[in-house]
C-alpha cells in the first residue's frame, strides 16, 4: 500500500513558475518510478512526466518538455515537478502516482496508486 499527498498548487501568472511536491509513504520509496498526469474540466487525464526508481531516467510529454523538470529525493520520500513559463493551457488538477511493478512511462495503466491532486491555475 502507498499513500500519495501532493502539494503547491495555486495561482499563478502566465510566464510563472511553481514547484509541485508528493510526498509518498508505506512502501520503500527508493523502489518504485512515479509519474505526474494532470486533467483539466471536461477533459481526459494526461501523462506530464515520470521519473524512474533512481531518478536517472525522467521522461517527458512534448507539451512540457523544456519547461517542467521532474525529480525525486528518495531520503525524504518525494517527488517533485518544478514548472516554468507556465502557460493558460497548464491549468488544470496535477495528480501524482506511483507504478510499483515497472518503470513508470506515459500511460496511466502503468500506475497502482494516486494522489487526490493539487489544482494549479494560471491566468493570462
Known amino acids: 500500500q502507498v499513500q500519495l499527498v501532493e502539494s503547491g498548487g495555486g495561482l499563478v501568472q502566465a510566464g510563472g513558475s511553481l514547484r509541485l511536491s508528493c510526498a509518498a509513504s508505506?512502501?520503500?520509496?527508493?523502489?518504485?518510478?512515479m509519474g505526474w498526469f494532470r486533467q483539466a474540466p471536461g477533459k481526459e487525464r494526461e501523462f506530464v512526466a515520470a521519473?524512474?526508481?533512481?531518478?536517472?531516467?525522467?521522461y517527458y510529454a512534448d507539451s512540457v518538455k523544456g519547461r517542467f523538470t521532474i525529480s525525486r529525493d528518495n531520503a525524504k520520500n518525494t517527488v517533485y515537478l518544478q514548472m516554468n513559463s507556465l502557460k493558460p493551457e497548464d491549468t488544470a488538477a496535477y495528480y501524482c502516482?506511483?507504478?510499483?511493478w515497472g518503470s513508470g512511462g506515459s500511460s496511466r495503466q502503468n500506475y497502482e496508486y494516486w494522489g487526490q491532486g493539487t489544482q494549479v491555475t494560471v491566468s493570462s
Open positions: 502516482a506511483a507504478d510499483l
Open positions: 521519473i524512474n526508481w533512481s531518478g536517472s531516467a525522467p
Open positions: 508505506g512502501r520503500t520509496f527508493g523502489s518504485y518510478a
